[in-house]
């Protein structure tokens, strides 16, 4: 399986202020995707990542907002603009590996902690 | 509306304790997936079913998908602190991407 490393894994922002998320994969993949995990909230996907083409974004997430580059098949950043207190979540880089059968596994990052002041 | 209900969201159980959490959906899935995520980490996959009626085990832990692909139980024998955790289910929708419910927080006591 991949291995995901994120950078960074925790920072304290103030309001207003935007932040890059790193994501490394020791591998290179197709897809990678970025998750938003809120206390006790289920992980809600933001958009995903495709090298060589604009990111897709889930319902409610927009490029302004969370603007990501992916500019090869091994590295990815999502950044948070703006931040206001209600961004305060991990974050979560993840890809996706294909199994025999047709079934797809998804790995996580590590996953950066950011805290909104 | 959760598309994935996870029940129950906590349970707190003495070490040697068996332990069953429960994943329900109104949807059938072509495969589901049980994830564990420890504090300040990412989830890490544990098993993937995808038969209907299907039963896996990994050591003390056993899965086990529905009969008609749209709810997974998953148990815990003998219960150890190390078994502590978030336990997330997820599984493929319609535009093909992964749905994750709101995990069972599982807490081991020594």
């Known amino acids: 399986s991949a291995v995901i490393s994120q950078k960074p894994s925790r920072d304290i922002c103030q309001r207003g202020t935007s932040l890059t998320i790193q994501c490394q994969v020791d591998s290179q993949v197709t897809m990678m995707f970025w998750y938003r995990q809120q206390p006790g909230q289920s992980l809600t996907l933001i958009a995903t990542?495709?090298?060589?083409?604009?990111?897709?974004?889930e319902s409610g997430f927009v490029i302004d907002k969370f603007p990501i580059s992916r500019p090869n098949l091994t590295f990815s950043t999502l950044t948070v603009s703006n931040m206001s207190p209600e961004d305060s979540s991990i974050y979560l880089c993840?890809?996706?590996?294909?199994?025999?059968?047709?079934?797809?596994?998804?790995?996580f990052g590590p996953g950066t902690r950011l805290t909104v002041t | 509306t959760q598309l994935l209900e996870q029940s129950p969201q906590f349970l707190s159980i003495q070490e040697g304790e068996n332990l069953t959490v429960y994943c329900n959906s109104s949807s059938v899935f072509s495969s589901l997936q049980w994830y564990r995520q420890e504090p300040g980490e990412g989830p890490v996959l544990l098993v993937t079913?995808?038969?209907?009626?299907e039963v896996k085990k990994l050591k003390r832990l056993t899965f086990q998908f529905g009969d008609a692909r749209k709810d997974s139980s998953l148990h815990i024998t003998a219960a150890q602190p190390g078994d502590t955790g978030l336990y997330l289910c997820?599984?493929?929708?319609?535009?093909?991407?992964?749905?994750f419910g709101k995990g069972n927080q599982v807490v081991v006591i020594p």
């Open positions: 993840s890809v996706e590996e294909r199994r025999t059968g047709g079934s797809y596994e998804q790995y």
């Open positions: 997820a599984g493929i929708h319609g535009n093909n991407r992964l749905a």
């Open positions: 079913v995808v038969t209907g009626g």
């Open positions: 990542a495709n090298q060589g083409s604009e990111a897709t974004y």
